[in-house]
């Protein structure tokens, strides 16, 4: 079992930035985050890989957001920048085994409790 603690969350103005933090109970094989608004599908943000810190990035949030990992404390970052409006959304840590891609909800095993992230204009 695992489990995951979201936290970093709250309310922006549009273009500024926040950290998200995820403090893992052990590592597995890649951390993700997704994040869902109201009406809408869990949506892909990024991934990272705990051996070699392997990124991927969703379309939507790619050159704003970076993904990193501190292998020493389980804890896994979202650093994010020139937030819009439109990234509005709970957002999801979530961790996997070694699965083909990372980009897929259905891939990850586990999942925090998520994280509100509110960008206003």
């Known amino acids: 079992q695992v489990q995951l603690v979201e936290s970093g969350g709250g309310l922006v103005q549009a273009g500024g930035s926040l950290r998200l933090s995820c403090v893992t109970s052990?590592?597995?094989?890649?951390m993700g985050w997704f994040r869902q608004a109201p009406g809408k599908e869990r949506e892909f943000v990024a991934a990272?890989?705990?051996?070699?810190?392997?990124?991927s990035y969703g379309d939507s949030v790619k050159g704003r957001v970076t993904i990193s990992r501190d292998n020493a404390k389980n804890t896994v970052y979202l650093q994010m920048n020139s937030l819009k409006p439109e990234d509005t959304a709970v957002y999801y840590c979530?961790?996997?085994?070694?699965?083909?891609?990372?980009?897929?909800?259905?891939?990850?095993?586990?999942w925090g409790q998520g994280t509100q992230v509110t960008v206003s204009s």
């Open positions: 979530a961790a996997s085994g070694p699965t083909s891609y990372g980009t897929d909800p259905n891939e990850y095993d586990y």
């Open positions: 052990r590592r597995t094989f890649r």
């Open positions: 990272i890989t705990w051996t070699f810190g392997s990124t």
